[in-house]
């Protein structure tokens, strides 16, 4: 295992972890790999006192960070948003999303960067980002078989299929042991870390 100099496979959890600074990430969980790898490639960081918060809902700010981080830091022009303060750790990659088409803003030139980034969201974020790159954004998967499919907004549809037929996202699986897609559901900061990991083995290479 690269990212924790385990060559036996999965992560042990070991002093090479690179989610052993951080008290709150249980290795034993699914979540683990996602973590691992979006730190270990730079794009999430914990959010102070030792913590990562695995479960905390990712914010529209949040996201837009780690796939600005994910592009290389690029410069972006002015940023357009009245609730984008200069200066901020993700004034730049709001900039830059907005300028690129990866994100449209909430309405009334706001984007709303301490909002939770529900599933669909994320979905249609990262569908366009891989459109503006020029990766694989084709694939469409037929969403009939999950319950709550009617569920998935409109601007969001194209998104969804693409992601699930990528095995980027996939179904929530509930009590009544079927799998929910839950597109108005928050996406967690673990979510997002296991989506970017699954978009990027999954579709760049």
Not at 97 to 121: C, L, M, Y
Not at 148 to 153: E, G, I, L, T
Request: charged residues 20%; contains cysteine; hydrophobic residues 35%.
């Amino acid at each position: 295992c690269s990212r924790c100099g385990n060559t036996e496979g999965s992560c042990d959890g070991g002093a090479n972890c690179p989610s052993k600074p951080y008290h709150d990430v249980d290795t034993g969980r699914w979540y683990h790999e996602g973590i691992d790898y979006a730190i270990a490639h730079g794009l999430m960081n914990g959010v102070g006192n030792g913590m990562f918060e695995p479960e905390s809902s990712m914010t529209r700010a949040m996201l837009v960070t780690v796939l600005w981080r994910y592009a290389g830091q690029p410069q972006a022009a002015a940023n357009p948003f009245t609730d984008v303060p200069g200066g901020e750790w993700y004034t730049q990659a709001v900039a830059w999303a907005a300028e690129n088409g990866v994100v449209n803003g909430i309405g009334g030139g706001k984007f709303d960067p301490n909002g939770r980034v529900t599933r669909e969201q994320a979905a249609a974020i990262l569908f366009r980002y891989a459109q503006k790159v020029g990766a694989a954004s084709a694939e469409r998967a037929d969403l009939s078989g999950f319950p709550d499919a009617n569920a998935v907004s409109d601007y969001a549809s194209d998104a969804m299929r693409w992601v699930v037929a990528e095995g980027i996202i996939g179904g929530s699986r509930e009590y009544d042991g079927r799998d929910w897609l839950k597109p108005q559901g928050s996406a967690t900061r673990a979510q997002v870390a296991a989506i970017l990991m699954r978009y990027i083995e999954n579709v760049t290479k």
